[in-house]
């Protein structure tokens, strides 16, 4: 099982960029990397899904070293509507392995 | 847009009743997932079918807890008896395949007296 651990919660001001790092040292060959933002009371949204090096999208940024053991989640310019939980998870497209959610990060915007 | 769909949005129920919770994906989408979320916690990855196949169910507590997809398509998640402890928000959510992004549904939140 491909375990992720993640900061509990991190801090940080309006209009600064946000780098949250996820390990995941047992990560399979074919696993894909995927990271959801989850508000209260709703279901998780997901952000961005990557595979190796770097992957960008109009939210966010994903980076993702050689060796695959790890992730960084990039946000750039946070507002105080960033304030969530953020998950970081392995996804496995096939086999026995399952899908497994961490306790996420909670991120908190101060103005 | 289309939305995973879920009912009912709410549910209180006494302990030792049934209770059952419905999932209807988006259209064409292969794989659904129902998860479990106690407040504070991930989410916990009761079932994942394929289709209509169950490719893991190994966090299922089977002996009260049960789920179809008989055609493929919507989705019921049954607990028979419900305990306290079953108290959470229970969420479906749906994608084109294994390992694409989720779409996940409102969820229902389930509380047990």
């Known amino acids: 099982l491909a375990k992720t651990t993640q900061p509990i919660s991190m801090d940080s001001y309006e209009g600064q960029e946000v780098n949250i790092t996820c390990s995941h040292n047992n990560i399979a060959t074919n696993d894909y990397i995927t990271w959801y933002q989850q508000f209260p009371s709703q279901g998780p949204r997901f952000i961005i899904q990557g595979y190796k090096t770097k992957v960008t999208n109009e939210v966010a940024s994903l980076f993702i070293p050689a060796d695959r053991k790890s992730s960084t989640l990039s946000l750039p310019r946070v507002s105080l509507s960033d304030t969530a939980v953020y998950y970081c998870l392995v996804d496995p497209p096939q086999g026995d392995d399952k899908i497994i959610f961490g306790k996420g990060t909670r991120l908190h915007i101060l103005p | 847009e289309a939305e995973v769909a879920q009912s009912p949005r709410y549910k209180i129920t006494e302990k030792s009743q049934a209770v059952a919770f419905w999932c209807d994906p988006i259209?064409?989408?292969?794989?659904l997932y129902w998860y479990r979320q106690i407040l504070g916690q991930g989410p916990e990855l009761l079932v994942q079918?394929?289709?209509?196949?169950?490719?893991?169910d190994s966090q299922l507590p089977k002996d009260r807890f049960s789920a179809e997809r008989l055609k493929g398509v919507d989705s019921t998640l049954k607990i028979q008896p419900a305990e306290l402890g079953d108290s959470a928000m229970y969420l479906c959510?749906?994608?084109?395949?294994?390992?694409?992004?989720?779409?996940f549904g409102p969820g229902t939140r389930l509380t047990v007296t």
């Open positions: 259209s064409g989408h292969a794989t």
């Open positions: 079918f394929q289709d209509e196949s169950v490719v893991d």
């Open positions: 959510a749906s994608s084109p395949a294994r390992a694409y992004e989720q779409y």
